[in-house]
């Protein structure tokens, strides 16, 4: 018999209110999933389709409505074996590079000298020893990134959450950072659960794409990509099913957002009004 | 090095604005009269002649003492009462309107109260300049711990971190540059205040030979205390400049003193 799955979501919904008019908003409705150990899985999908949310319950930093999560058989609890990486970053402006990586550690109270090694290590993994000693405002957006990264990967978690971690980096350093993000994973596996807007993002580092849909958010679809590893090669995004993958996901999306009358993009043609 | 070249050249254009300010001080002085207004010269020899005999030493130093009583009393219980009621919420959310309504008081209108419960000495003054500094010192402390970074408390949170953690690790520093505006705040009210409780209780320091110059028109005598005190609060505040310039020493640092 196979062990359960190191993260079970099942039938979760999740109801906010709005700030504004504190009207009801959805979240999440009746959302079920599975992520099996090693698994690199993309959540992708329009804005409002509770990808975020859906994040922050795995970790624990929000329980659901109704349904269950359950991260290694219990419900989550926020620590050291889920890592939270963030679009915004979220370094600590008054630590250095090399505090910032170790704030997870120094919470847990880990001694200064594995610590330091700890530390160590990660920093030369993500390519910032030499910025180990500068406060974050002294870095690039990749680089400050990167030093998130490795704050996340500091404590070794075995599931990484990612929140369009990559989305407020210009174009070229994200692709790089893609590069790297898969770099770093096929040294050291786990979960990794990455939100992203990028369709193509979405197929390039993915083993499981997981389709989100708006209003209320769900899972529309689950697509496994067969596309094989390494893709550090800029020939994958040539590959004939690389190609076909990306125009479908790209079609069911823009369908998705043309048909949510509270997009942009709403044609009307449904007969929801 | 261009920075370092337009830092010098601020440092002349000081200069020539301290030249400016005493020509344009010595041509007043000349129109109104030196009886109400001496020149720079006079109130030179006036203070030559205060410090040589030793008549300013002992009114400075009894200043300076309730001065720096008052405002490390207001230290020692405005920031930790700032941090407690930005820990505990809900103590913040009770007292926040109080404090508020004490800071919008003058708080000189405390001074004969002062004076029934604790006379005319220094404890009195001490008193004084306590109650001005402390609303502005507990604000700001309170005021930095409201104003932590939220996303950073998510991220903390995400790892784990306990609301004690919480607490020292990420709003405590976060408030540090509010806590050192409120100290610089607390030090200017607290010069005013010494001079205000030497004014209003016993006649004593600097506020007292104010009061004595003023009224007998001794008008030279008088510019040199007020020189005194000028010089005071420029050293206090250049001192408060340098904490809060460590206290930001981890952002950019553009503008210069």
Known sequence: MNPAPPVVVSGVSKTFQRARD?????????????????????????????????????????????????????PPKPGPRIGFVFQSFRLIPWLTVRNNVGFGLSLQGVDQGEKNDRVEYYLKLVGLSRFADVYPHELSGGMKQRAALARALVTEPEILLMDEPFASLDAQVRELMQMEMMRLWSERKSIVLFVTHSVDE???????????????????????????????????????????????????????????????????????? | MATGLKASMITVYRLLAFVLFLLLWWVISLVVGENLIPTPLSTLSAAQYLIGDGRIAQPLLSSLGVYCSGYALAVVVGIPIGMLMGGIRD?????????????????????????????????????????????????????????????LIEMARSMGATRSQIYWR??????????????????????????????????????????????????????????????????????????????????VTTAGN
């Open chain 1, 22 to 74: 504190r009207s009801p908003v959805e979240a999440l409705k009746d959302v079920s999933l599975n992520l099996r150990a090693n698994t690199f899985v993309t959540l992708l999908g329009p804005s409002g389709c509770g990808k975020t949310t859906l994040l922050r319950m795995i970790n624990g930093l929000i329980k659901p409505d109704s349904g269950q999560v359950l991260v290694f058989g219990e």
């Open chain 1, 202 to 273: 979405a197929v390039i580092m993915a083993d499981q794409i997981v389709l989100m849909g708006p209003r209320p958010g769900r899972i529309v679809e689950t697509i496994d990509v067969t596309l094989p590893r390494p893709r550090w090669d800029a020939e994958i995004r040539m590959r004939r099913d690389f190609v076909e993958l990306r125009g479908y996901l790209w079609n069911r999306i823009r369908e998705m957002v043309m048909r949510d009358p509270s997009s942009d993009f709403y044609t009307g043609e449904s007969d929801s009004i």
């Open chain 2, 91 to 151: 103590l913040g959310r009770t007292l926040d309107i109080y404090v508020n309504a004490l800071m919008a008081t003058p708080r000189v209108a405390f001074i004969p109260l002062i004076i029934l419960f604790l006379g005319l000495g220094p404890e009195a003054k001490i008193a004084v300049v306590f109650l001005g500094a402390v609303i502005p010192i507990l604000i700001g402390t309170y005021s930095g711990i409201l104003n932590s970074d939220a996303e």
């Open chain 2, 170 to 251: 990420i709003m405590l520093p976060g408030a540090l540059s509010f806590v050192v505006m409120g100290l610089r705040i607390g030090a200017t009210i607290g010069l005013i205040n010494t001079v205000v409780a030497e004014l209003y209780t016993a006649a004593s320091g600097l506020g007292g030979l104010l009061a004595l110059y003023g009224n007998t028109f001794q008008m030279a005598r008088y510019f040199v205390v007020v020189l005194a005190l000028a010089l005071i609060g420029g050293l206090v505040s250049q001192g408060l400049r340098m904490l809060e310039n460590w206290a930001s020493r981890w952002r």
